[in-house]
């Protein structure tokens, strides 16, 4: 009987395990939050639809549109994927990927935190626009768990432009961006118009392995955009700065949560499974050695019993532990976000940006012009 109740326990413990193998989630203090109420997400692809349409809004001069769809996003991703209990179980073992709430990856995350400082810096709202790209960096930290694995530099770029703008402290981050990209254009006190120009088409998710339970990530593909050149209207030529790769954020993610989770995952469900399998031939023994023998049969049967009941329950714990990654992605992103610092009376007189293939050849342009009150321009080609 002390056998039995010794092979139920252990059974219940692995039962009673819902994140086995995953890495214990580190104290974060997040910045204040900048998002609306989180509506009801019965539909795992809300945020998905929403950041989608947020894109398509932005693309459209649509800016009030893009900032309430992207803090209806924001919303749902702040209530379930963050530093408290909600995040350990969005990464646990016991639920299949793809049929999760979308949260979008590390990288996606950022992005929507990017658009919707982009969003509040149009309206001049530094205050948010700061807490959104803080709220970025730290969403790229929970990518490896640890708070000093952040290599967004768009983030800290624009984090330091915004203080410049605000008068703000952000010497941390200007530490953080000296280190992750020395060479980036130089932000002053001048107030110069910041031209962020986008490049390409998002990057490619895809699911690979037995059961499809690795993640893999490609670079976009169909465009020629690859660089973007300015002309000022004094007959100067300035290449933007390529601040960052977005495809080469999703490629290089290879040990992030989700990967050890899915890795874990499928070896947890095979080991489980043969667990499961050897202790109902042991349970099938027991029963059968119990018919031949008369002394103990009734411990045996017992025995016998309790090793078949932990058999099942190791049986459904393999087939509850579902490995298959989830494909789901924000696929109107760009491949590459170009920087540049402007003048302002040049900014003001108009600017042609240049689109160009890898080979120099022009793909196509557009005429951007600062108003008076304009402290960043944006544009965009996925050709």
């Known amino acids: 009987m002390r056998f039995a109740l010794t092979v139920l326990g252990w059974a219940a413990l692995v039962l009673g395990t819902p994140a086995l193998g995953a890495p214990p989630n ?15 997400a019965t539909d795992p692809d809300a945020v998905l639809k929403l950041i989608r ?16 769809t992207l803090d209806r996003a924001l919303a749902i991703v702040e209530s379930t994927h963050g530093a408290g209990p909600e995040a350990a179980k969005a990464r646990s073992l016991w639920y299949e990927e793809g049929c999760k709430i979308f949260k979008g990856e ?63 402290n952000a010497q941390d981050d200007e530490k953080d961006l000296a280190r992750l990209r020395p060479d980036a254009p130089k932000i002053g006190k001048d107030g110069a118009v910041l031209v962020i120009c986008e490049t390409g088409k998002a990057p490619r998710k895809l699911s690979d392995g037995v059961g499809h ?5 490609f670079r976009g593909k169909n465009f020629r955009s ?19 790769d977005i495809a080469f954020q999703a490629m290089t993610r290879g040990s992030r949560p989700i990967d050890f989770i899915l890795e874990h995952k499928a070896q947890f469900r095979e080991n489980t499974s043969i667990a499961g399998s050897t202790l109902s031939t ?29 058999s099942a329950l190791l049986q459904m714990a393999a087939s509850a532990s579902k490995p298959q990654a989830d494909v789901r992605t924000w696929d109107n992103l760009p491949d590459t976000v170009h920087v540049a610092l402007v003048d302002p009376a040049l900014a003001r007189q108009g600017i042609t940006v240049e689109f160009l293939a890898a080979d120099g050849s022009v793909v196509a342009s557009t005429e951007l012009k600062a108003d008076p009150d304009s402290n960043v321009l944006w544009c965009r080609n996925s050709d």
Not at 28 to 40: E, G, K, L
Not at 299 to 306: D, E, R, S, V, Y
């Open 26 to 40: 580190p104290p974060v203090t997040a910045p204040p939050a900048v998002a609306a109420s989180p509506p009801p």
């Open 53 to 68: 349409t947020a894109m398509q809004d932005i693309i459209a001069n649509d800016r009030p549109g893009a900032a309430d």
């Open 106 to 168: 590390p990288y996606e995350r950022c992005m929507m935190y990017y658009y919707r400082g982009l969003l509040y810096l149009w309206k001049k709202d530094y205050g948010n626009a700061h807490a959104c790209f803080a709220n970025g960096i730290l969403q790229d930290a929970f990518a490896e768990e640890e708070q000093d694995q952040c290599d967004f530099g768009l983030l800290y770029f624009l984090s330091v432009y915004t203080a410049s703008l605000s008068g703000q």
């Open 213 to 217: 339970y690795e993640l893999k990530f």
């Open 226 to 244: 690859v660089r973007a050149r300015l002309k000022l209207a004094d007959g100067t030529t300035l290449n933007a700065y390529p601040m960052e």
């Open 282 to 310: 042991a349970a099938t023994a027991a029963i059968l050695a119990s018919t031949v023998v008369s002394k103990g049969a009734g411990t045996l049967q017992i025995a016998g019993g309790a090793m078949g009941v932990a």
